[in-house]
Nanobody, 121 residues
Framework: QVQLVESGGGLVQPGGSLRLSCAAS????????VGWYRQAPGKQRELVAA???????NYTDSVKGRFTISRDNAKNTVYLQLNRLKPEDTAVYYC???????????????WGQGTQVTVSS
């Protein structure tokens, strides 16, 4: 069984920073692409940032230059550094990972439970 656990959310003032973590645990052979998504009240879930197994990254336009995604493969952890936060960044942030539990097995898609980020003065 594979679990993804997000942490690092909280309440921060506009212009502040947070660092989110997504830690994978369980029977893991390899982790492929990982994405951070967010969902604000009344809105659809959107992809914020993604990183491939090789470290290539991409971002949605609204966070480019403010958010940075990174990964530590030795720790099975992906991070999202959120800088210069704005009230419109308020949302529940989720991580999503493609995980293979054996070398020959089919990769599966896993979601974490989410962590709340609130940007408010």
């Amino acid at each position: 069984q594979v679990q993804l656990v997000e942490s690092g959310g909280g309440l921060v003032q506009p212009g502040g920073s947070l660092r989110l973590s997504c830690a994978a645990s369980g029977s893991i052979f390899s982790i492929g692409d990982v994405g951070w998504y967010r969902q604000a009240p009344g809105k659809q879930r959107e992809l914020v940032a993604a990183i491939t197994s090789g470290g290539s990254t991409n971002y949605t336009d609204s966070v480019k230059g403010r958010f940075t995604i990174s990964r530590d493969n030795a720790k099975n952890t992906v991070y999202l550094q959120l800088n210069r936060l704005k009230p419109e960044d308020t949302a529940v942030y989720y991580c999503n990972a493609i995980v293979r539990v054996t070398a020959w097995g089919h990769p599966y898609n896993y979601w974490g439970q989410g962590t709340q980020v609130t940007v408010s003065s």
